[in-house]
């Protein structure tokens, strides 16, 4: 497969699989159709093969390029917990910049979140929010060009229930920027109303340092 070709079936492979995650929530059926389906599931699995996929900073600097990196970030990205396309497990989140009303610069994401990730009955579970706030406020260090940075703080206030299946949208603004640390704030909408705010505290750090601690996480 070309590059392009690859991209876009494993769009489409994660799509069918988020779809079933849904499925498995909102679906009742028998012991034999789940048995059936677990035995077509294993299949599939099987012909994915056992091909290892190296992460960005899996790879040792002096092996790549400059090119290679940056593919390697979009694949990164694209396997990303909240925005991957690839990943079965993002909703996935749709984040674009734009302006406020009063044309302060801000990052906006939109989403529609599945019972999937429901907490409390038709309601998103906390959680699953403050991760939703934490990527939408990463945004914000494109604001102001900060380069790579880590979440150091991040609270989280809810002011009333958010539903499932409902759109969403997340603004993001930088509050105050001052060397490597910088203060976002953000709130979650649903049809105009805020039901949670955020702020969060990133601080900043070199490309190597990056590299580092994405490894040592792992």
């Known amino acids: 497969m070309t590059e392009p070709q690859e991209r876009s079936a494993g769009i489409r492979l994660a799509a069918e699989v988020r779809a079933l995650l849904v499925d498995l929530h909102a679906l009742d059926p028998s012991a034999e159709a789940l048995g059936e389906a677990a035995d077509r599931v294993a299949a599939v699995r099987d012909s ?14 002096d092996e790549i390029d400059e090119d290679a990196e940056v593919r390697l970030r979009v694949e990164y990205r694209d396997h990303s917990l909240f925005r991957g396309e690839r990943s079965p497990l993002a ?33 998103i579970h906390g959680g699953y929010i403050a991760g939703l706030f934490d990527d939408v406020l990463s945004g914000t260090l ?19 229930p958010t539903p499932i299946d409902v759109d969403l949208r997340f603004e993001a603004w930088v509050e105050r920027h001052s060397g490597r640390r910088l203060i976002a704030r953000a709130r979650c909408l649903v049809d105009g109303e805020v039901t949670a705010e955020a702020e969060a505290l990133f601080v900043t750090v070199s490309r190597d340092q990056e590299r580092r601690q994405e490894g040592d996480a792992t």
């Open 48 to 61: 994915l093969g056992d091909e290892v996929r190296l992460r960005w900073y899996e790879v040792p600097a």
């Open 91 to 123: 909703p996935p989140l749709t984040v674009t910049t734009g302006e406020s009303e009063d044309g302060t610069p801000i990052v906006v994401g939109e989403v529609r979140v599945d019972r999937g990730h429901e907490g409390p009955p038709g309601r």
């Open 142 to 160: 494109g604001l102001r060009d900060a380069g790579p940075a880590f979440t150091a703080r991040l609270k989280i206030r809810y002011r009333k």
